[in-house]
């Protein structure tokens, strides 16, 4: 565990507090991670580093499995998992028995999907710019079983939050079974009012599934507060855990309303709560265990200091865009509706060639998107990333952009 120690010590004795102003104690922050210093690595709302305390725990235990496969060796994992199970519950304001350890959003999201009944007839309420594991997902299965999909377009920017409560609400009809929205899109970074949007849903007695892939370790959620049904996010995301581990949450009560897509040697009727939807065969432990060390990384800095610190970085990142000539910003410039995702176009060159130059010269590793509404560039900075890397950015933009 030295290098777990280790980190925890620099990060207890470092300068300053985790006020999003405190540059020093974010620095030091960054040197927990190791990311390579030639890249410019803004690319947090598709894959985040790992921290090196989190890799160091992972390893340590990788080695410790494959040093010994015995059941007798790996009993020990249950309870890691159960402790893992606990600080997700912590971290999300939540029960450890409405957490479930998925692959990832995508497979928790496919989980309700799947999983609850629904009728010919049944209306599903999602948005346009849902990701295809909350969008596709459900096509497929209007396909098999003849409910509807109805995908309300989301605003490039919203105006207002109104105008997104007032999006989905227009949508209701008695046939509304499910609304499927996401809590921030990856598109251009929307921020849904999701306790508003519960609400809606709890007047039409309808399912709510959130799809937390850009809230999960990024804000400071609290599902009982919001409400939903159901959450899914996934660790290699804000997080910064390991690849291939994921939490669904499903609300105590509504547990026994979704049926297991997988079911086999593990399952049983006494499985507890949210447990009964991960039973997906030999599952990889150690990997567990850094998605506990992923958790205690956040925890150890504090949510709502890592939230505060990744929405200074964006907003940073939004008003260098928006004050410079020759780019269109397509996230709202109001704090209120967005968060970690910015997405922006430039005027004078196409998307595909800015993203290859800006890696090409700067090492800057952002995403695009080609086409379509939410066509443009987009940086998403997190807690490994300074002020000055997101200036740096910002140069390189303009650069370009002239
Ligand atoms: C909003 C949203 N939902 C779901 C996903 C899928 O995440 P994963 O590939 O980890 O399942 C993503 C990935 O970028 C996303 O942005």
Known sequence: MAGWAAMVQAIQAAPGSASPAHEDYWKLVKRQFPLDDSVLYLNAANVCPASRGVLDRHLEYLRDFQSNPSFQNRLKYEPLAERARAKAGSLLGVEADEIAFVRNTSEGACTIVKGIDLKAGDEVILTTHNHPSNLDSWKIRARRDGIVVKAVPTPIPPKSKQELIDSIAQAVTPKTRVISVTHVTSTTGVEYPAKEIVEIARKANAWMHLDGAQTLGALDVNLREIGCDSYAGSA??????????????????????????????????????????????????????????????????????????????????????????????????????????????????????????????????????????ASGLRISPHIYNTMEEVDRAIAAVKEIAG
């Open 236 to 373: 290699h995301k804000w997080p910064m855990g390991p690849l291939e581990a994921g939490v669904l949450y499903v609300k105590r009560d509504r547990i026994p309303q979704v049926w297991p897509s997988i079911v086999t040697a593990g399952w049983s009727d006494s499985l507890v709560g949210a447990r009964k939807l991960e039973v997906f065969g030999q599952r990889d432990n150690p990997r567990l265990v850094a998605l506990e060390a992923a958790f205690d990384f956040l925890m150890l800095i504090g949510m709502p200091n890592v939230e505060a610190r990744m929405r200074a970085l964006a907003q940073r990142a939004i008003q260098g865009l928006a004050e410079m000539g020759g780019v269109k910003v397509k996230t709202s410039l109001d704090p209120k509706l967005a968060a970690g995702v910015v997405k922006f176009e430039l005027n004078k060159m196409a998307v595909k060639p800015a993203y290859d130059l800006l890696y090409s010269r700067h090492k800057m590793a952002i995403a695009s998107t080609p086409t379509g509404d």
